[in-house]
């Protein structure tokens, strides 16, 4: 709650400013193409009544080119919005004391052999898709999130099947020695995982029942010979990924690869995407925002502490 109350007080300060200089390039932006609309209704009624084959073909083609022109300046609000508040959210957060500096690229992703290394979903991933990339350390912990869009051709139909939708981290512990592999996946999608089961029984892994009974009715535990289960799933761990669940009733898998871990978060939306003709200007549009971005540090955090 105190981390929220600081996060009102930047944005006041900070984000808001920022946000009502990006309302006025959205007002500008509305203008034109309202200004825009009633030009080209006057040009399509000139040419009704002039109709000359010649100036109709011209006209056509100007006006073409004048909404791929609108066109360009829409896309080029929404792809300069989302960095400008990403960054600034980002100076609030890696000003605690163990975070590094966390840098964001609007147009990078986790590369799919990291994705499939994670083991959480059985797939070549032929559709992959990725944005908003951010990269950042909390103490030894070196860790890489982005949003992803993961697809397959459906064996059945003809169409694509969806995998995953959501954030992905990918985190490297340093300064440990970790051995073995641990994959957590949520209970009530477990029809969709079974591939993903028996590709884990496969390589050697086995199911883990030395869980609290929490855990095992909302999560499946699986794990390779020798792995540090009771280490690295401790009570504390198992009970952060119960929190996270239980506070934004969204899925979470988890896995523990060697020195990696992976963490798979659902989120069905595109998040801090600006509306055009709507105002952004909107302490709810980024709270939530921050909100989910803090819940899945204070899982890192958790990570850190009990590993």
């Known amino acids: ?32 193409l309202f200004l825009s609309s009633i030009f080209l209704i006057l040009v399509f009624v000139l040419q009704f009544y002039v109709h000359i084959l010649a100036i109709t073909l011209i006209m056509l ?70 944005e908003d990339h951010i990269q950042g350390s909390y ?54 995982q079974s591939r993903t089961v028996k590709q884990f029984y496969f390589k050697g892994g086995k199911r883990v029942d030395d869980v609290s009974r929490k855990f095992s009715e909302t999560f499946i535990t699986l794990a390779s010979r020798g792995a540090q289960v009771e280490h690295i799933l401790s009570w504390d761990m198992q009970n952060a990924l119960l929190n996270f669940r239980k506070r934004t009733q969204k899925e979470i898998y988890v896995s523990f690869i060697n020195n990696l871990v992976y963490i798979a ?4 939306k595109d998040l801090l995407e600006p509306e055009i003709f709507r105002s952004n200007v909107s302490f709810e549009l980024v709270r939530e925002f921050f909100e989910d971005l803090q819940l899945l540090f204070s899982v890192l955090e958790d990570l850190d502490v009990n590993n």
């Open 265 to 268: 978060v659902t989120e069905p």
């Open 1 to 32: 709650m105190e981390r929220l109350q600081d996060f009102r007080l930047f944005y006041n300060h900070t984000i808001h400013p920022e946000l009502l200089r990006m309302e006025r390039r959205r007002k500008r932006l509305l203008t034109l």
């Open 139 to 192: 103490r030894e912990l070196v860790f890489e999130l982005c949003e992803l869009h993961v697809r397959e051709l459906s064996k059945v139909r003809n169409r694509l099947n969806y995998i995953f939708k959501g954030v992905f981290l990918r985190g490297v512990y340093g300064d440990k020695n970790i051995k073995g592999r641990i994959i957590v996946l949520p209970k009530d999608y477990q029809q969709y």
């Open 61 to 130: 083609i100007l006006i073409g080119f004048y909404i791929a022109y609108l066109l360009y300046k829409m896309r080029e609000f929404k792809v300069t919005f989302k960095p400008n508040i990403m960054n600034l959210i980002m100076d609030f957060i890696d000003d605690e004391v163990n975070y590094g500096t966390l840098t964001y690229t609007a147009k990078k992703k986790i590369p799919k052999t990291e994705f499939l290394k994670s083991e959480l979903f059985a797939t070549d991933a032929p559709f992959y898709e990725g």
